[in-house]
């Protein structure tokens, strides 16, 4: 069964770091590009960062260049989404998908044209909420 497993949210201060992990099962994570994708309640979903299947390529929106980094374990099966310096407006429930063959977009347009239909498996969300 393909299952995609997000952990390691919570409530953190302005300023402050947290890791988050996405655990694949019922399939080999290698083969996928792994999207994290946020929502916050009454917006849309946005992609905040995506990571290639071959090369490794990645993506970052803007608002997180320089404070998220997307990473994989292959041996692991899991990827992780390094958060710092986390602000309030990242507040959202974040969610890991996984993007099967054929791969013929590229990791930045498939990790923000709507309605992120490239990735076809996800996870059921972990909760971030940044405040003081």
């Known amino acids: 069964q393909v299952q995609l497993v997000e952990s390691g949210g919570g409530l953190v201060q302005p300023g402050g770091s947290l890791r988050l992990s996405c655990a694949a099962s019922?399939?080999?994570?290698?083969?996928?590009?792994i999207g994290w994708f946020r929502q916050a309640p009454g917006k849309e979903r946005e992609g905040v960062s995506c990571i290639d299947q071959g090369d490794g390529a990645t993506y970052y929106r803007d608002s997180v260049k320089g404070r998220f980094t997307i990473s994989r374990d292959n041996a692991k099966n899991t990827v992780y989404l390094q958060m710092n310096s986390l602000k309030p407006e990242d507040t959202a429930v974040y969610y890991c998908?996984?993007?099967?063959?054929?791969?013929?977009?590229?990791?930045?347009?498939?990790?923000?044209?709507?309605?992120?239909?490239?990735?076809?498996?996800w996870g059921r969300g972990t909760l971030v909420t940044v405040s003081s």
């Open positions: 019922g399939f080999t994570l290698d083969d996928y590009a």
């Open positions: 998908a996984a993007s099967g063959p054929p791969h013929i977009a590229t990791v930045q347009h498939a990790c923000t044209t709507l309605p992120h239909g490239y990735f076809e498996f």
